[in-house]
């Protein structure tokens, strides 16, 4: 099932996601600070003005990329965004590096774009976006409801 990228979204769902934007103050989603680990191959880093910090490491951001390859991927096999996908080495025992950015590039002042080093590098990943997957227990929690 394939609709070329285009996402069919009922009226609810639509005033949902209006809903959600509004309630996201500026300060949540303007980064403070931001530390790509990249040398340490670790992740990222982000503090947020509102003092909110976020944390997520490179594996679980490639697996989380926003592009819309990524996302219908996710779609097909049930995965949320930093899911990984299932285990296909039982199968092809073949050895996958872990994820990390080549490059890591400020998109505008509004996201970060990471170059993987599987060749990957159509996500563009928002700093509202970021700041909706944080990891961070408060967040999870409410994004569990
Ligand atoms: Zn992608
Ligand atoms: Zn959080």
């Known amino acids: 099932m394939s609709h070329e990228g285009i996402r069919i979204v009922s009226a609810e769902r639509a005033r949902l996601e209006d809903l959600e934007h509004a309630q996201m103050p500026p300060n949540a989603v303007t980064p403070k600070k931001v530390r790509v680990k990249k ?10 003005n509102d003092g909110h910090r976020s944390v997520w490491s490179f594996e679980w951001l490639r697996n989380a990329c ?6 219908e991927d996710r779609e097909k096999t049930n995965r949320l965004p930093g899911e ?3 285990k296909e080495h039982t199968l092809l025992k073949m050895y996958k590096a872990p994820a990390r950015p080549l490059e890591v590039t400020p998109v505008g002042k ?6 993987w080093n599987d060749g990957h590098e159509s996500g563009i990943y928002s700093w509202e976006y970021l700041r909706r997957v944080c990891r961070c227990d408060g967040c999870m929690t409410k994004q569990e409801l």
Request: some cysteine.
């Open 110 to 115: 509004y996201a970060l774009k990471f170059k």
């Open 39 to 48: 040398t340490e191959g670790t992740g990222v880093e982000i503090e947020w």
């Open 66 to 71: 926003p592009c819309a390859t990524c996302h």
């Open 84 to 86: 990984a996908k299932a």
